[in-house]
T-cell receptor, first 105, second 112 residues
Framework: GIQVEQSPPDLILQEGANSTLRCNFSDSVNNLQWFHQNPWGQLINLFYIPSGTKQNGRLSATTVATERYSLLYISSSQTTDSGVYFCGKDYKLSFGAGTTVTVRA | DAGVIQSPRHEVTEMGQEVTLRCKPISGHDYLFWYRQTMMRGLELLIYFNNNVPIDDSGMPEDRFSAKMPNASFSTLKIQPSEPRDSAVYFC??????????FGEGSWLTVV
């Protein structure tokens, strides 16, 4: 079955808006990571977050392992935040289908 | 560090030809992963190595695909013979002790 589900599939934001992306996983997690794939195809690691909360500038992430979900928060979005956001689970990184974010100026 | 280095960045080849993709992981990393990304199937793990040993190759689509890691600083993914359905972006990634995973820029393969 599907191990990782992401929502929403698509998100259109006006520059400056805040948003929350969600990643649900079907069983226990040892390793949960968030990635941003930019329009040029590069996959950039945003967070390694098997549990707890981390923040990096305008981005933050929270993983509640006991409830099998993780959230990625984007605050004051910028056009450079556009792209696809993936969460990946465990060493093998079972990926969700991604959330495509478009930030409009 | 230069990050994960992949080559070639782009390759166009004819059906039936052999394709070899190369990867240099980040120095000191003990895990190396090969992924494939297509529109239809998304990002999928093909194989991963730990300390140069293949651990899980269940994602390798068929016998036409093979991967090797002869030493800690080099890995290859080979497709022989290539088919149009192999057209995809192939990513190599590495990590230390299975923690933060760093991706290379990908090899964009087109088989015509």
């Amino acid at each position: 079955g599907i191990q990782v589900e992401q929502s929403p599939p698509d998100l259109i934001l006006q520059e400056g808006a805040n948003s929350t992306l969600r990643c649900n996983f079907s069983d226990s997690v040892n390793n949960l990571q968030w990635f941003h794939q930019n329009p040029w195809g590069q996959l950039i690691n945003l967070f390694y977050i098997p549990s707890g909360t981390k923040q990096n500038g305008r981005l933050s992430a929270t993983t509640v392992a006991t409830e099998r979900y993780s959230l990625l928060y984007i605050s004051s979005s910028q056009t450079t935040d556009s792209g696809v956001y993936f969460c990946g689970k465990d060493y093998k990184l079972s990926f969700g289908a991604g959330t495509t974010v478009t930030v409009r100026a | 560090d230069a990050g994960v280095i992949q080559s070639p960045r782009h390759e166009v080849t004819e059906m039936g030809q052999e394709v070899t993709l190369r990867c240099k992981p980040i120095s000191g990393h003990d895990y190396l992963f090969w992924y494939r990304q297509t529109m239809m199937r998304g990002l999928e793990l093909l194989i991963y190595f730990n300390n140069n040993v293949p651990i899980d190759d269940s994602g390798m689509p068929e016998d036409r695909f093979s991967a090797k890691m002869p030493n800690a600083s080099f890995s290859t993914l080979k497709i022989q013979p290539s088919e149009p359905r192999d057209s995809a972006v192939y990513f190599c990634a590495s990590s230390s002790a299975g923690n933060t995973i760093y991706f290379g820029e990908g090899s964009w393969l087109t088989v015509v």
